[in-house]
């Protein structure tokens, strides 16, 4: 593993390389594997290397090529990656920080066990104590660190498919704003790879959006209508284990103008094998909710048959009836 130091060139900030490698012993060697490659746990979504031109002129690239190509070439191709960070974070608010470049052997993944590169940049830091024995007592102290299992930023490139681009896992833990877009584009170059994570996230996402904005402009639709869909969707989603467009359009949608409108307005995808980590993500934003005034929030769950809107002339305003058997 290799650490330096990229400030932010456009507020003052330093390039600071380290003289060599960090040598680390067995038990620090595997506590900081442990640390790092933890932030992995929950990135779905798969990327990979590329560029407008051709692969050969995008520069993350060529220097973890090398290094997988010589595992010798760390330091030296590390101080090519943070020479690259520091040139391309070129908005003010880009934090300065540690970036370190390490060489993992034997990474898990799947059934798969591969070598991989990982990058990591660390932006914030954390106030710790410390005890240390004295002559007599013990003496507390104060240090500010790095908490490694906290990283703000990091990329872990698998060693397969280097004519394609590799396969990268990448997280950004401050991945908004427009100052955040160097660490994926600018300095990574990467695009998303194709699997059943995006391909269920992307459609959930497109199928709320025709619902909830594309749906009212083309029909007269209640709210439960739109609840009622939203939910057989999700229902959809969480007892099939493969997507199929036309079983999706028939127990979701049912009508025929509802399937040809739905058709025009969503990518066609005819099939996928359906991810259960998205769904679980997507269900947090399908919100099965009727907002009214200030003073109500209605969650629709179930059979949108056993509530009714109406209008009370007499108050001037409209009300919903609901329709239950127990209070709980």
Known sequence: MTVHYTGNKQNGGALLLSKEEQGLDGDLKARLTEALLSRFAHCHERYTFHHSASLEYNEVYNFVREVFRDQGAIYEQSVRIASHLFTVAEHPKIKPGELYTGFFRGIEDGETVLDAVGIFKAETKVLFADMVPGADDLDLQLKEGVELSKVDKGCLILHREEEQGFELLIFDSNGKGEEALYWKDKFLGVMIRMNEFVQTQDFLTQTKNFVTKQMPDEFEVSKTEQIDILNRSMDYFKTHGNFDREEFETEVLHHDGL????????????????????????????????????????????????????????????????YFDHEV
């Open 259 to 322: 399937i040809q409108s739905f058709r025009n307005y969503v990518e066609p995808t005819d099939s996928f094998e359906i991810s259960t980590q998205a769904v679980k993500r997507q269900a947090r934003v399908f919100k099965s909710v009727i907002k009214l005034d200030k003073n109500f929030h209605i969650y629709v769950h179930g059979d949108r048959e056993l509530i009714e809107k109406g209008y009370d002339e007499a108050m001037g305003k409209h009300f919903y009836k609901i």
